[in-house]
RNA sequence: GGGCCUGUAGCUCAAUUGGUUAGAGCAGAGCGCUCAUAACGCUUUGGUUGCAGGUUCGAGUCCUGCCGGGCCUACCA
């Protein structure tokens, strides 16, 4: 049994996430947490709201609320979501726990003590209207270049010239409009970044079996230009983790607080510590899995994001675990994912274009989603959500092949045998036949579960599906059964089984439907096969079952054609 | 501007890393079945692998150029 660590990106606090963030890291994580569990692994999957930045400060001060209550809620409102996608985590933390804030000062003072830091005085926009030093991105004002009029201080989305906020004309805040703009002197915390260079290129290095997606992001910040640059840490905000150097104060930092990306991936490890302190463990139950002095050598961890996330899981939180000196667990593995599109264009927050966690759930159950997005994961290449397509293969793959297999089999026994596993009659070679097929899917399903090939696994599981039918309709115990109502029985027995066993196989991506089955089919759990063979003769003649309803009814074109139109944004 | 990814059947994607005749699913066509959510099974149509060159005994795969799509480019996260 191994030991394996799975996180996925954090999701920002500022609003309810669309279905293009969801393919991009929980969800897929969520699928790695589950087939693990079921293969009988040890695991500990971990989430939580990245809470700290100005985004949210903004949204707070939107909603009229103070920004700690805000995030208090909005982590309930995802927390439910997540729930609601059946997204197992066995923790879903904050990054503002005070784990969080205690391990994120803790390793800046022993960046601290290692030199990794370095204090930079620089010039910064601040706006007197409201109160604050503006990112570069929320100065509004002409291009030099072009003239366009709503230039961010960052770049220019007309021209796409990268901008200084001090070249734009007329600078205007973003958030108020306001003109009353000065440039001020602050300090600032970088993290030397520079100086783990050669370590972070030997690790990245070694890591051959990465996605070219990983590795390829992760070089080319190593590399361009004059390789990986000073990284600062700190920012001027109200909402963040003081900037202290451990358990003191840090002089000439007062009233400022770490980068929303410095702390987020700390909390990776804080959230142990939380699921240990929210569930009555002990420090070394959690230390276990991140400590490698304390036990964590032997952890596999995974990690699952979308490719923005990319350079700070391969670069900056790679430095702050290094840099630290202390035997953090480094990751071990990155899946990172490309982007989900939305009917021919991005998903759009801001216009209200695409489908959003809560929307989904309000019109169909989560399998539903579960099924389409894991099977669609943008893996290779950006990939496209449109609802013809979502519509076909929900209705082809969850109704009729898997659903209606269950359906028809259950049907035919209940009419024939009544709602008993039948007993009587024996295998023969088209038994014996489908045994072997099956063991051999089973066996490239679990290959491509563990190289976390997702779109072929689905595909794999979807072939096994088709042999229920494939099967049945070579059997054909509804002929059968007039001539000889034993080998039916037999027959009938065995396609039971094989429902059952697609509780079990199937549960990673569609959990619901899994559990439906367990319950109709008495399983008292759902354990992963030792052979197609035993899988075949689980359930014992004489046990009663249940019909299950529906496990997936159809969508309609009306549906469809509504929802194209209700999500097609501009609200 | 620089870099990365990508272009394969009407659609969504494969192709064991250079190896026989480029394969699946969906959609289309035909046949079969009647247990089932008008579901299922079998057969089948469909490709100058974006374009033009090159390397090689052999190229979807490697090289060069062009065309198209996407992403990143460090103070949003």
New binding site residues.
């Given amino acids: 049994m191994a030991r394996i660590l799975i996180t996925s990106a ?1 999701p ?1 606090i ?1 609003g309810i996430k669309h279905l293009g963030n969801l393919v991009g890291s929980q969800l897929p994580a969520d699928l790695h947490a589950r087939y693990m569990r079921a293969r009988g692994h040890e695991v500990m999957f971990l989430c939580a709201t ?1 809470e ?5 400060e903004l949204a707070a001060a939107k909603a009229g609320q103070p920004v700690a209550d805000y995030c208090a809620e909005m982590h309930e409102v995802q927390a439910q979501l997540a729930r609601g996608f059946r997204l197992s985590f066995d923790h879903y933390g904050r990054s503002s726990s005070p784990q969080n804030h205690w391990l994120t000062q803790h390793l800046a003072g022993r960046l601290a003590d290692a030199g990794l830091i370095e204090e930079v005085t ?1 010039r ?1 926009v601040y706006s007197i209207a409201d109160g604050r ?6 100065i509004e004002g002409t291009c030099p270049n072009c003239g366009y009029e709503r230039a ?4 220019c989305e007309n021209c ?1 010239k ?1 901008l200084d906020p001090t070249d734009l004309i007329n600078p205007r805040s973003a958030i108020s409009g306001s003109t009353d703009l000065e440039v001020r002197e602050t300090k ?1 915390l970088y993290l030397r ?1 520079s100086a783990m260079r050669g370590k972070l290129n030997d690790w990245i290095d070694s890591k051959t079996d990465w996605p ?2 990983t590795t ?2 992760a070089k ?3 590399n ?6 000073d ?2 840490i700190t ?1 001027d905000l109200d909402w963040g983790i003081p900037v202290k150097k451990g358990d003191a104060d840090w002089p000439g930092m007062e009233g400022k607080v770490f ?3 410095f702390d ?1 991936p700390i909390e990776y490890i804080a959230c142990a510590a939380e699921w240990a302190a929210a569930n009555g463990r002990s420090e070394a139950d959690w230390r276990r899995w991140w400590r490698t002095d304390e036990g964590a050598d032997d952890v596999r961890y995974v990690q699952f994001m979308g ?3 990319v ?2 899981h391969t ?1 900056s939180f790679p430095s702050t675990i290094m840099g630290s000196g202390e035997p953090w667990k480094l990751v071990d593995y990155i899946k990172s994912f ?2 989900l ?1 939305y009917d021919g264009g ?1 998903f759009s927050t801001s216009q209200g274009r695409g489908v959003f966690m809560d929307q989904a759930l309000s019109i169909l159950p989560s399998d539903y989603w579960r099924w389409w997005l894991l099977s ?1 994961a ?7 959500f ?1 609802w013809e ?1 979502f519509q ?2 929900v ?15 259950t ?2 026994c209940r ?1 024939k045998f009544g709602e008993t596993v039948p007993e009587g009659g024996a295998w023969g070679d088209r038994e014996a036949a489908l045994v072997a097929g099956l063991s051999d899917r089973i066996a490239a399903y679990a290959r491509q579960m563990e190289a976390i090939e997702i ?2 696994a689905a ?1 794999e599981l ?2 096994i599906w ?1 042999m229920g ?2 099967y ?3 059997a ?4 059968v059964v007039k001539s000889d109502p034993a080998a039916a029985a037999a027959v009938t027995r065995l396609a039971l089984n094989l429902a059952a066993l697609y509780a079990v196989l199937s549960e990673p991506f569609i959990p619901d439907a899994a559990e439906t089955l367990r319950e109709a089919f008495g399983l008292d759990r759902l354990a992963w096969p030792a052979s197609a063979e035993a899988a075949l003769s689980r359930l014992a003649p004489g046990q009663p079952f249940r019909v299950p309803d ?5 969508i309609s074109d009306d549906d469809r054609a509504e929802w194209q139109i209700r999500f097609a944004g501009t609200r």
């Fill in positions: 954090l920002y500022n990245d700290h930045g100005t985004p949210a620089e910064q030093f503006l990112p570069d991105r929320y961010r201080g960052d770049q796409t990268q600032h970044q070219i997606l390829s992001i080319k910040w190593l361009d230009g004059e390789g990986l640059q990284r600062g920012r980068y929303v990306w987020a490719k923005d996330n350079p700070f670069l490309n982007y599109n991005q669609h943008p893996e290779s290449g950006d990939s496209e449109t397509n076909a293969s209705n082809k793959d969850l109704a009729d092949v898997l659903g209606n297999f269950v359906s028809r089999v049907k035919f009419s779109r072929k595909a979807r072939a088709v039918n494939e049945l309709q070579e054909a115990p509804w002929t529906v496990l997936f009814a159809k």
